[in-house]
């Protein structure tokens, strides 16, 4: 059983900066593959980032490459979205994501989701 909370989110203009915390409960964090999704509203849940379960591997959404940066530290069983350069368009609901399997590739299935964060950028 994984349980998953997200932390983090908040108001910020369009430029700035904010960082996404996911706090994970489990025994086995380490050996997880953990994602960043978001959810604007009308709009579906779209990936955003994924890291594997050393950190060795990440990827991101074309949209936010070389604004974002995914990191864990698993010694504190806790997943970082460092988000930079906020765009109006980065307004969405972000949700924390785990699967059992280590591997972070895109378009893998994810078993435990977190109730999400809201980041709003203002224009």
């Known amino acids: 059983q994984v349980q998953l909370v997200e932390s983090g989110g908040g108001v910020v203009q369009a430029g700035g900066s904010l960082r996404l915390s996911c706090a994970a409960s489990?025994?086995?964090?380490?050996?997880?593959?953990m994602g960043w999704f978001r959810q604007a509203p009308g709009k579906e849940r779209e990936f955003v980032a994924s890291i594997n379960w050393s950190g060795s591997m990440t990827y991101y959404a074309d949209s936010v490459k070389g604004r974002f940066t995914i990191s864990r530290d698993n010694a504190k069983n806790t997943m970082y979205l460092q988000m930079n350069i906020l765009k109006p368009e980065d307004t969405a609901v972000y949700y924390c994501?785990?699967?059992?399997?280590?591997?972070?590739?895109?378009?893998?299935?994810?078993?435990?989701w977190g109730q999400g964060t809201q980041v709003t950028v203002s224009s």
């Open positions: 994501a785990a699967r059992t399997s280590g591997i972070a590739v895109p378009g893998v299935q994810y078993d435990y």
């Open positions: 489990g025994r086995t964090f380490s050996s997880y593959a």
